[in-house]
């Protein structure tokens, strides 16, 4: 009686939460994977990397991802997830005249001067000063846009999308943590089961090409330069105020030195740099990934080995993934950020006092616009702060 009472407990609690810890792990990692990795492609192309080059690129990232989210989590007991710069290699995609070699001393500069700004405190002092509801309201407005995208694919694929979210508001009546998977396993139920031929594939095991890196003034000024910029404006600064915006006190020196070190070690392997995640991230800081607060780091473990199963069966998913219907991606990754979406706007607007810069954050992070190739994130924050400044000076 005592061990069938205990086997009910752990099916009731223990085990369903560390059930729920591997499908956020699954699903962050998928939709970061799938939802980026053509403008991956895009700036390997753009470079003139070979075949063998790009899949060590992509190999390479993966394995720097999973081994930075794991180690900084370990040592920090908070789920520290981390991505690869997705406005960066929007950047690369959109460069010309340089070579792969070029290439590859700009990531490699670019990963110096990551690792060099961690040995700086002020980075550090200005994140952690960022008031609670401004991070919330850039999380918001993060999120929002890829949350719009769910009812304007159902509008254009019904007979795809619609059973999808049926099934994803089925599932959450039962069982909340499972939605998000049931969701995609019906998507690809749905795209295979229609006709779509399976993927067919080459080799499940993809080797690292060292690449030899070519020293150029122009591409380190002209790439290396604006890469770090857009990298540190566009992905670690979002990243750490979605990290405090999940209630945790980031630990930016550490994140800062570990991903400038990685990042440095993989660009010999062709890959660009490696940063906090925002997107992939606010799927695994939600309360629903563990409800203890001080557990929820061993989400970052889940995430890491998910990472590296998707390194090294890297050709079979880039086949399977270019047989997936676009819209499929982004209804799921819609319908997963919609909890911490959610999150986002209770934290932000609950308080009155802030709710006007909070509301500043989330409309310009969620308008879409960049300027000097930086996103939206970095300037709904700026815009939030001048708000919460200016709100400042008038109560004084």
């Given at each position: 009686?005592?061990?069938?009472?205990?086997?009910?407990?752990?099916?009731?609690?223990?085990?369903?939460?560390?059930?729920s810890?591997?499908?956020?792990?699954?699903?962050a990692?998928?939709?970061?994977?799938?939802?980026?990795?053509?403008?991956?492609?895009?700036?390997?192309?753009?470079?003139?990397?070979?075949?063998?080059?790009?899949?060590?690129?992509?190999?390479?990232?993966?394995?720097?991802?999973?081994?930075?989210?794991?180690?900084?989590?370990?040592w920090?007991?908070?789920?520290?997830?981390?991505?690869?710069s997705?406005?960066?290699?929007?950047?690369?995609?959109?460069?010309?005249?340089?070579?792969?070699?070029?290439?590859?001393?700009?990531?490699?500069?670019?990963?110096?001067?990551?690792?060099?700004?961690?040995f700086?405190?002020?980075?550090?002092?200005l994140?952690?000063?960022?008031?609670?509801?401004?991070?919330?309201?850039?999380?918001?407005?993060?999120?929002?846009?890829?949350?719009?995208?769910?009812?304007?694919?159902?509008?254009?694929?019904?007979?795809?999308i619609?059973?999808?979210?049926?099934?994803?508001?089925?599932?959450?009546?039962?069982?909340?943590?499972?939605?998000?998977?049931?969701?995609?396993?019906?998507?690809?139920?749905?795209?295979?089961?229609?006709?779509?031929?399976?993927?067919?594939?080459?080799?499940?095991?993809?080797?690292?090409?060292?690449?030899?890196?070519?020293?150029?003034?122009?591409?380190?000024?002209?790439?290396?330069?604006?890469?770090?910029?857009?990298t540190?404006?566009?992905?670690?600064?979002?990243?750490?105020?979605?990290?405090?915006?999940?209630?945790?006190?980031?630990?930016?020196?550490?994140?800062?030195r570990?991903?400038?070190?990685?990042?440095?070690?993989?660009?010999?392997?062709?890959?660009?740099?490696?940063?906090?995640?925002?997107?992939?991230?606010?799927?695994?800081?939600?309360?629903?990934?563990?409800?203890?607060?001080?557990?929820?780091?061993?989400?970052?473990?889940?995430?890491?080995?998910?990472?590296?199963?998707?390194?090294?069966?890297?050709?079979?998913?880039?086949?399977?993934?270019?047989?997936?219907?676009?819209?499929?991606?982004?209804?799921?990754?819609?319908?997963?950020?919609?909890?911490?979406?959610?999150?986002?706007?209770?934290?932000?607007?609950?308080?009155?006092?802030?709710?006007?810069?909070?509301?500043?954050?989330?409309?310009?992070?969620?308008?879409?616009?960049?300027?000097?190739?930086?996103?939206?994130?970095?300037?709904?924050?700026?815009?939030?702060?001048?708000v919460?400044?200016?709100?400042?000076?008038?109560?004084?």
């Open positions: 009686m005592r061990l069938g009472a205990a086997v009910a407990r752990c099916a009731k609690a223990g085990c369903d939460v560390r059930l810890l591997i499908s956020a792990a699954l699903v990692a998928l939709v970061g994977y799938g939802s980026t990795i053509a403008l991956v492609l895009a700036a390997a192309t753009a470079l003139g990397a070979t075949s063998a080059q790009t899949t060590s690129w992509v190999f390479a990232i993966c394995i720097a991802k999973a081994i930075g989210s794991a180690s900084l989590s370990w920090n007991r908070m789920p520290v997830v981390l991505a690869w997705t406005p960066g290699a929007a950047l690369i995609a959109a460069s010309s005249g340089v070579s792969m070699a070029q290439a590859v001393g700009a990531f490699i500069a670019t990963g110096v001067l990551i690792t060099l700004t961690g700086f405190g002020p980075l550090e002092r994140i952690t000063r960022i008031p609670m509801q401004i991070a919330a309201g850039m999380l918001g407005g993060v999120l929002l846009p890829f949350c719009l995208k769910v009812p304007a694919e159902a509008a254009h694929l019904p007979a795809l619609l059973p999808i979210i049926g099934v994803f508001l089925l599932v959450r009546l039962w069982q909340p943590n499972f939605a998000v998977l049931a969701a995609l396993g019906a998507g690809l139920l749905l795209t295979f089961g229609r006709g779509t031929p399976l993927p067919m594939g080459g080799s499940t095991h993809p080797a690292l090409a060292f690449i030899w890196p070519e020293w150029s003034s122009g591409a380190i000024l002209g790439l290396g330069l604006p890469l770090y910029l857009v540190m404006a566009s992905q670690n600064l979002p990243g750490f105020a979605v990290l405090k915006g999940a209630g945790f006190t980031p630990p930016v020196q550490a994140v800062l570990v991903t400038g070190l990685l990042s440095t070690v993989s660009a010999f392997f062709g890959s660009h740099p490696i940063n906090m995640a925002a997107i992939t991230a606010a799927i695994c800081l939600d309360d629903t990934v563990h409800p203890d607060k001080s557990q929820r780091w061993k989400v970052a473990l889940a995430y890491a080995s998910a990472w590296i199963g998707l390194g090294v069966f890297t050709p079979v998913i880039l086949a399977g993934l270019a047989a997936l219907p676009v819209a499929l991606i982004a209804t799921v990754a819609g319908l997963a950020l919609i909890t911490p979406l959610t999150g986002a706007l209770g934290a932000g607007f609950t308080a009155t006092e802030g709710r006007f810069a909070a509301a500043a954050t989330l409309i310009v992070a969620a308008s879409g616009v960049s300027a000097y190739g930086i996103g939206g994130a970095f300037w709904g924050l700026l815009a939030g702060l001048a919460h400044g200016s709100s400042a000076l008038r109560r004084g």
